[in-house]
T-cell receptor
């Protein structure tokens, strides 16, 4: 069974802390994505990666960075967390050249106090 | 990307067919129609997609009108586990697979026992 896992389901951090969100997929997918989902705003793309060490900005990259050192792992970094980054964070992966289907992890609900 | 209009909520009796409409009157010729759903507290799940022909898979059927301005997702025999928010997403697909998704507000489908 295909799987995308995220390091935490719930996370509480303080303003100014550095936050790491980890995502691992076991499907050998080339593409990986980080989204945030907020009530009333829907799903928004933060960053994506189409290969190891490659990254592209999505629609809302400000305040975030990413790292992809291995094909199966894609990390989202909040350099200095702020309260407006309180959100549900979703990781997804897809195969290059496939039908566009993305496989999502269960999400991390991050609260920044 | 084209904008979509979906009813905010719908009810359907268990065992009946659930028909979820989506209006995407500004869809362009190279945009596919993708459907995803999100069960409470889970990540989104791909259901089906199509360009202009009707499509069917093990989960659902997709009916796209001839002018492509609207589509209907059909769950043939709805179960309680189909209670979820359903998203209709017109989306260009470049073939590489590294295209982000943008969800709107979707339709909250509630299956009644």
């Amino acid at each position: 069974d295909v799987k995308v896992t995220q390091s935490s389901r719930y996370l509480v951090k303080r303003t100014g802390e550095k936050v790491f969100l980890e995502c691992v997929q076991d499907m050998d997918h080339e593409n990986m994505f980080w989204y945030r989902q907020d009530p009333g705003l829907g799903l928004r793309l933060i960053y994506f990666s189409y290969d190891v060490k490659m990254k592209e900005k999505g629609d809302i990259p400000e305040g975030y960075s990413v790292s992809r050192e291995k094909k199966e792992r894609f990390s989202l970094i909040l350099e200095s967390a702020s309260t407006n980054q309180t959100s549900m964070y979703l990781c997804a992966s897809s195969v290059a050249g496939g039908n566009g289907e993305q496989f999502f992890g269960p999400g991390t609900r991050l609260t920044v106090l | 990307d084209a904008k979509t209009t979906q009813p905010p909520s719908m009810d359907c009796a268990e065992g009946r067919a659930a028909n979820l409409p989506c209006n995407h009157s500004t869809i362009s010729g190279n945009e596919y129609v993708y459907w995803y759903r999100q069960i409470h507290s889970q990540g989104p799940q791909y259901i089906i997609h199509g360009l202009k022909n009707n499509e069917t898979n093990e989960m659902a059927s997709l009916i796209i009108t001839e002018d492509r301005k609207s589509s209907t997702l059909i769950l043939p025999h709805a179960t309680l586990r189909d209670t979820a928010v359903y998203y209709c997403i017109p989306r260009k697909y470049s073939g590489g697979g590294a295209d982000g998704l943008t969800f709107g507000k979707g339709t909250h489908l509630i299956i009644q026992p």
